[in-house]
Nanobody
Framework: QVQLVESGGGSVQTGGSLRLSCAASGRTFSSYTMAWFRQAPGKEREFVAR????????GYADSLKGRFTISRDNAKNAIYLQMNSLKPEDTAVYYC???????????WGQGTQVTVSS
């Protein structure tokens, strides 16, 4: 099991940028596929991006390609989400999650709030 703690959320204006971080503890982190999800008020949680343990495989929600970038640093037990050209519809609680490849995401952080104002 891996414990996950997100940080870096905040309030920005439309067009701004934020970089989210997710710090992990646990010896299996480096073998985990990691992902970011988000949940806006009144909406279901949705997939944002994922990254394989080696960073060789990366995927994004189609609607976010080109604006968001996921990365990881296994030496620091961390993953990141660089978010550019933010829009009000990006307002949500952002969660990082992790799990063994092909086995879903059993481990979740507590989330960090991102608010984008127009």
């Amino acid at each position: 099991q891996v414990q996950l703690v997100e940080s870096g959320g905040g309030s920005v204006q439309t067009g701004g940028s934020l970089r989210l971080s997710c710090a992990a503890s646990g010896r299996t982190f480096s073998s985990y596929t990691m992902a970011w999800f988000r949940q806006a008020p009144g909406k279901e949680r949705e997939f944002v991006a994922r990254i394989s343990w080696s960073s060789s495989s990366i995927g994004y929600a189609d609607s976010l390609k080109g604006r968001f970038t996921i990365s990881r640093d296994n030496a620091k037990n961390a993953i990141y989400l660089q978010m550019n050209s933010l829009k009000p519809e990006d307002t949500a609680v952002y969660y990082c999650a992790g799990g063994q490849s092909g086995r879903g995401y059993p481990d979740w952080g507590q989330g960090t709030q991102v608010t984008v104002s127009s």
